[in-house]
């Protein structure tokens, strides 16, 4: 399996001609969805999901489907049984990835604002992204897409999850919003350098890819 980072939280995973994108949003190319298998979406907000991007794409592409949560699913009527509506414990085969389903809510963003539904998509028994949440699957995890940078988190709680899930290797995502003087802090707290995080942590730049 090819995993293509593109932009923020958004990442392609490729399987000779399949090729199953994940929370392309507005931070993202929308080219991302292009040749698109299938469409996995963790949940609502603008950065991981964009409707008029992914309508077009859907329109492009007539045998295009996506797999997400009750609340995203919503906003793409009219679509009919090309939009899924999977939950937290769901196995499904989508384009020929195994997909489970873990997770119910997004991260505590404020006590004061509503938490909304998010799911994280473990695929192929390989690669996790949890979307906006610290969810740790019970099963093991190889690859952990890691969100290092939200409005939401903060950098000791990032370095308990990598801790908590006890993956083989992880990549950064969720990482639009900083800059260069940024990536590199987190890096070095995540990296070598940090407080002692076993899992080895890599970042790859939009465009970049990486055999897994």
């Known amino acids: 399996m090819e995993l293509t980072k593109h932009g923020h939280a958004c990442v392609v995973l490729g399987d000779g001609d399949r090729r199953l994108v994940i929370d392309p949003g507005v931070f993202t190319d929308p080219a991302a ?4 298998s299938a469409v996995l979406v963790t949940h609502e907000h603008a950065d991981h999901f964009a409707p008029d991007a992914l309508r077009a794409a859907m329109d492009a592409d007539p045998a295009l489907e996506v797999w997400t949560n009750r609340s995203v699913a919503g906003q793409l009527e009219g679509l009919g049984n090309r939009v899924h ?3 937290h414990g769901d196995a499904v085969s989508v384009a020929g990835f ?10 505590v963003i404020h006590p004061e604002l509503p938490r909304i539904a998010n799911i994280g998509f473990l695929v192929d028994g390989t690669v996790f992204h949890p979307g906006d949440a ?3 699957p019970d099963e093991p995890v190889p690859t952990l897409l890691l969100p290092v940078h939200a409005p939401w988190s903060k950098i000791s709680e990032v370095i ?4 908590a899930v006890h993956a083989d290797q992880a990549f950064a995502v969720h990482d639009g919003l900083l800059n260069d003087n ?5 890096g070095g707290m995540l990296g070598e350098r940090g407080p002692g995080t076993p899992t080895p942590y890599s970042r790859l730049a939009p465009g970049d890819s990486v055999d897994l």
Do not use: F, S
Not at 98 to 107: K, M, N, S
Not at 160 to 163: F, I, S
Not at 182 to 186: D, W
């Open 160 to 163: 308990d999850y990598v801790r």
């Open 98 to 107: 195994d997909v489970r389903v873990h997770g119910e809510l997004h991260a």
């Open 33 to 36: 969805l292009d040749g698109a």
């Open 85 to 87: 509506v999977v939950g």
């Open 134 to 136: 610290l969810t740790v």
């Open 182 to 186: 940024g990536l590199a802090v987190i």
